[in-house]
C-alpha cells in the first residue's frame, strides 16, 4: 500500500485530503505544522508528500528541501507563488498545485506519478 504524508495547518483541507486518499487505498499521515512533518518523514517512508506552502512554523519548501534527496513524490498546494518560490520549485522537482483545486485533479496527478 502506497503512503502518503499531508501537511497542512487548515485543519479542515488537512481532513478532506485525508480522507480522500484514505478512501483511494492510501496508508495516510497527517500533520499540521513542518516540524510535525519533519518527524514523520525521519521517521517513515513515504511515497508522496503533499503540502502545504505557509505552515505555521516553516514554509512548505523548506520542508521539500530536507527531502530533496528521497525518491519521494513532492506535491506542494498554494494559492499564490512569488517569482523567486516558482524558481525554488523548479529546482527541487516539486508538482505544483494550486488552491483551490479539484480533489479529483489532486489524486490524479498522483496516481499517474507513481504508475
Same mark, same amino acid.
Do not use: H, W
Given at each position: ?46 511515497? @508522496? ?12 519548501? $523548506? /520542508?521539500?528541501? =530536507?527531502?530533496?534527496? !528521497? &525518491?519521494?513524490?513532492?506535491?506542494? @498546494? ?12 523548479? $529546482? /527541487?522537482?516539486? =508538482?505544483?498545485?494550486? !488552491? &483551490? ?15
Amino acid at each position: 500500500m502506497k503512503k502518503i504524508l499531508v501537511v497542512d495547518d487548515n485543519k479542515a483541507l488537512n481532513f478532506i485530503m485525508t480522507s480522500i486518499f484514505k478512501r483511494n487505498n492510501y496508508k495516510v499521515d497527517s500533520a499540521l505544522t513542518g516540524n510535525e512533518g519533519i518527524e514523520f518523514l525521519n521517521n517513515n517512508d513515504y511515497d @508522496v508528500l503533499v503540502t502545504d506552502l505557509n505552515l505555521p512554523d516553516l514554509i512548505g519548501l $523548506e /520542508l521539500i528541501s =530536507i527531502i530533496k534527496d !528521497k &525518491p519521494i513524490i513532492k506535491i506542494l @498546494v498554494a494559492a499564490y507563488l512569488e517569482e523567486n518560490i516558482i524558481k525554488k520549485i523548479k $529546482e /527541487l522537482d516539486v =508538482i505544483f498545485i494550486e !488552491k &483551490p483545486f479539484n480533489n479529483q485533479e489532486l489524486l490524479n496527478t498522483i496516481e499517474s506519478r507513481l504508475g
